[in-house]
């Protein structure tokens, strides 16, 4: 019994861990759109880390959910800020 109870706590401590992504709530959705779209851990991670700064609240909510950006060129030029800087890393 000790053994089968030692045997699950690694089990355990990884569950707890969840799946390594650092966010939740809407950075979670824009790092999950980048991994979806092709993009590696570590760039997804940077962009969206690099997004949450750069961008006002409610232009990162807007487009974490997809929505049309009240201010699109803002946008894309935050995007393409970090695309361009997260590749430099």
């Known amino acids: 019994m000790r053994r089968a ?6 089990l355990a401590l990884l569950a707890a861990c969840g799946d390594g992504v650092p966010f939740s709530g809407e ?3 824009a790092y999950d759109l980048c991994v979806a779209g092709g993009g590696e851990a570590a760039y997804c ?3 969206t880390k690099t997004l949450q700064e750069k961008m006002s609240p409610e232009a990162f909510s807007k487009m974490a959910k997809g929505e049309q950006a009240t201010d699109l ?3 894309l030029l935050a995007i393409g800020q970090a695309d361009e800087s997260c590749k430099a890393k």
């Open 5 to 10: 109870l030692l045997s699950l706590t690694p």
């Open 27 to 29: 950075a979670r959705a």
């Open 45 to 47: 991670t940077c962009v």
């Open 73 to 75: 060129e803002a946008t």
